[in-house]
């Protein structure tokens, strides 16, 4: 059963506006969350990150918000740009000490310019 | 740094053929992890390694699937038969411990596909 769900497979915006990505959880105990861009051919890179005692957090652009209540997170891209046109998959880990992330099925976005 | 290294890059192979995916981490990190990636279950992770012992194997689908890291600069994934459904792009993954969440740097990947 998937822990942490994206149910929007893709996403289309527009340049300069804004870009939110959802992802779901049902896990209560994860208390740690990231967001990891792919381009095709490429690996995953580490985007942004929350803690469970934070329900915002903000780099530049980009901006997580953590509904702990929901079980719900977001991403904000802000304005959106050609070049932040990827698949995005958030990720989640417990306190537990064992260092294992789970990752949703991402959401592909593509900006329009 | 290089990053991590994978290879190779794509793989295409007959079913009950052996597959070995390599992978160098990045020079000092201390964990390795191996991930699949498929469209239906999104990036599963397969199993990781802290200072080349296995840690957590409870993601590796089936016995025919098996993991090594002989020492700090190499690891290999091994599928032994293939078959059809383990086509999927394969990833590794390092990371050093600097704190309780840290960043996982990935590996471009090895598309693995099973005829």
């Known amino acids: 059963d998937q822990q942490v769900k994206q149910n929007s497979p893709s996403l289309s915006v527009q340049e300069g506006r804004i870009s939110i990505l959802n992802c779901d959880y049902t896990?209560?105990?994860?208390?740690?969350f990231l967001w990891y861009k792919k381009y095709p051919a490429e690996g995953p890179t580490f985007l942004i990150s929350?803690?469970?005692?934070?329900d915002k957090n903000e780099d530049g652009r980009f901006t997580v918000f953590l509904n702990k209540s929901a079980k719900h997170l977001s991403l904000h891209i802000v304005p959106s740009q050609p070049g932040d046109s990827a698949v995005y998959f958030c990720a989640a880990s417990a306190d537990s000490g064992t260092y294992k992330y789970i990752f949703g099925t991402g959401t592909r976005l593509k900006v329009l310019a | 740094d290089a990053g991590v290294i994978q290879s190779p890059r794509h793989e295409v192979t007959e079913m009950g053929q052996e597959v070995t995916l390599r992978c160098k981490p990045i020079s000092g990190h201390d964990y390795l992890f191996w991930y699949r990636q498929t469209m239906m279950r999104g990036l599963e992770l397969l199993i990781y390694f802290n200072n080349n012992v296995p840690i957590d194997d409870s993601g590796m689908p089936e016995d025919r699937f098996s993991a090594k890291m002989p020492n700090a600069s190499f690891s290999t994934l091994k599928i032994q038969p293939s078959e059809p459904r383990d086509s999927a792009v394969y990833f590794c993954?390092?990371?050093?411990?600097?704190?309780?969440?840290?960043?996982?740097?990935f590996g471009p990947g090895t598309r693995l596909t099973v005829t």
């Open positions: 896990n209560s105990m994860f208390d740690y």
């Open positions: 993954a390092s990371s050093l411990w600097t704190s309780k969440f840290s960043e996982q740097y």
């Open positions: 929350i803690s469970s005692i934070k």
